[in-house]
């Protein structure tokens, strides 16, 4: 039986990326996204022509109030497309970022930074978890910049920071039902993030490149094949851990 993943935030970006190499890996994927459904439709596409079956349902993972609706639309998704009452992987992609110096940084974007990364984060998970299977896995995305600090990320990092040891909580919690939880922590990649900031400004990607061990900034094939080797079968003895995805980054 394939196993299923969910993934938050998979209509572009390392979302998108990992939920294609899921299913490049065998894996069937449940695609979220919160406002843009053609993207999403767009991945679901590709997954079915790779011969797994994929499904989109929208989800603002920053509207807690919203989380009971989305899961009775995720159950009603994994009754009519996969006859089950459970998925198997849940990877907590979501996310945005807000940079600012402290001194210049809103209560606005504060608290929508934890909103999304780790409100939602916690929130989300704890909803999922009783149609999480026994012997499943979580992912939470977390950031280069929880090991190394630049001006002008501080609430980003720290809300980071905060998903590194919920990720520990998780895996100490849901250990004894056999669910793996780990940190991806990626180094700068080249996606729209941050206004595509590191994609599109030569100057930041050729300083960002120049701290890495292996001399260029990342690339979303770089991030989604990894987590998908995380959650294979065989990568089964692994939790609890922070995994820097950098290229080695000011190491
Ligand atoms: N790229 C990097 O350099 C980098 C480095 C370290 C960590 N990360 C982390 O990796 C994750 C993905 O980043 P990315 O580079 O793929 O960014 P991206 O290209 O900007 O894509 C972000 C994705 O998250 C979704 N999203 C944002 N806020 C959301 C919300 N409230 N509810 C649901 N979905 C939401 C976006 O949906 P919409 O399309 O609707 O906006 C989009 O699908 C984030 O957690 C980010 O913090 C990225």
Do not use: C
Not at 82 to 88: E, I, L, T, V
Not at 235 to 249: C, F, L
């Amino acid at each position: 039986m394939s196993k299923i993943a969910l993934v938050t935030g998979a209509n572009r970006g390392l979302g998108r990326n990992t939920a294609l190499a899921i299913a490049k890996s065998g894996g069937d994927v449940i695609v979220t996204y919160r406002s843009n459904a053609g993207q999403a439709q767009e991945v679901v596409t590709l997954i079915r022509e790779m011969g797994r079956q994929a499904v989109a349902l929208p989800l603002d993972v920053a509207d807690t109030a919203s989380i009971p609706a989305f899961v009775e639309s995720l159950r009603s998704e994994l009754r009519n497309t996969w006859g089950r009452d459970s998925f198997d992987h849940l990877v907590n992609n979501a996310g945005h970022g807000e940079f600012a110096l402290i001194d210049e940084t809103t209560e606005a974007q504060f608290d929508g930074l934890f909103a999304v990364h780790v409100k939602g984060v916690f929130f989300l998970a704890k909803a999922l978890l009783p149609h999480l299977a026994d012997g499943g896995r979580i992912v939470n995305l977390s950031s280069g910049l929880t090991r190394i600090s630049f001006p002008g990320f501080a609430a980003y990092s720290a809300a980071k920071a905060a998903v590194e040891m919920l990720t520990v909580y998780m895996a100490r919690e849901f250990g004894a039902r056999g669910i793996a939880v780990n940190t991806v922590a990626p180094g700068a990649i080249e996606t729209d993030f941050g206004g595509g900031l590191v994609r599109d400004n030569a100057e930041v990607n050729a300083q960002f490149a120049g701290m890495t061990a292996l001399g260029r900034v990342g690339l979303p094939d770089d991030i989604g094949p990894m987590i998908a080797s995380l959650l294979r079968d065989d990568n089964r003895w692994v939790t609890a851990q922070r995994i820097e995805v950098s290229g080695g980054q000011t190491i």
